[in-house]
């Protein structure tokens, strides 16, 4: 006759009978089992989410970068177009014989 587990007659180890017993070890194992492979997909989703994390500030960078070598390759045409202007009034300048050499301009 099996053990009723009530509040007057709790079940114990000490009065189960066998069936009960593997019942009992078979429940921890799974429960064991299951909160391991919970952890596990805890773990995965967790590296997960900082893998994306880090993608994500990758592409920002990666985006920001991009944005200021526009704006040094801008600042490169600028000055290049600024030295051609002034290298052809230089030359203008020199021919005009109003320009110095840059030998003159040294103590």
């Known amino acids: 006759m099996p053990i009723k587990d009530t509040p007057l007659c709790l079940k114990t180890v000490h009065n189960m009978r066998r069936k009960d017993h593997e019942k ?5 194992r799974e429960k064991r089992v299951y909160a391991g492979i919970e952890y596990k997909k805890n773990e995965d989703r967790k590296v997960l989410d900082k893998q994306n994390k880090i993608a994500l500030q990758y592409q920002k960078q990666c ?18 177009v600024r030295v051609e202007k ?7 300048l020199d021919e005009l014989g109003v320009l110095k050499h840059a030998s003159e301009y040294v103590d």
């Open 24 to 28: 009992l070890v078979a429940n921890i």
């Open 63 to 80: 985006t920001m970068m991009e944005k200021e070598l526009k704006q040094v390759d801008n600042k490169l045409e600028k000055m290049l």
């Open 86 to 92: 002034i290298a052809a009034l230089g030359y203008e």
